[in-house]
């Protein structure tokens, strides 16, 4: 998880699409993890490959968000079904 939020940090990445699997591995690590980072720079988070579950929705907005970022449940051809 150091890596993932160092990556943000070191080159002021904007937008992150991510599928909640890794969100929910980040929650489970934990804010301490998070504390260590500074993501200032983070103002989007694009969900991907499946949907999101509120409880972890609302802890990657406070969390990594600080409250302020903007989460997006992205829908494409994975979400929508068959052919």
């Known amino acids: 998880m150091e890596h993932f939020y160092g990556i943000i940090e070191k080159y002021r990445v904007t937008k992150v699409f991510r599928a909640p699997t890794l ?5 489970r690590y934990g804010r301490e993890a998070v504390k260590n980072h500074d993501l200032w ?3 989007l988070i694009s969900i991907v490959g499946e949907p999101i579950d509120i ?7 406070k969390n990594i968000g600080n409250e302020k ?6 829908c494409g051809q994975t979400e929508a079904g068959g052919t």
């Not at 970022?69 to 992205?74: G, K």
Request: aromatic share 14%; charged share 20%.
């Open 23 to 27: 969100l929910r591995m980040l929650a």
């Open 55 to 61: 409880k972890t929705w609302h802890w990657i907005y």
């Open 69 to 74: 970022i903007e989460i997006n449940n992205t």
């Open 41 to 43: 720079s983070l103002r």
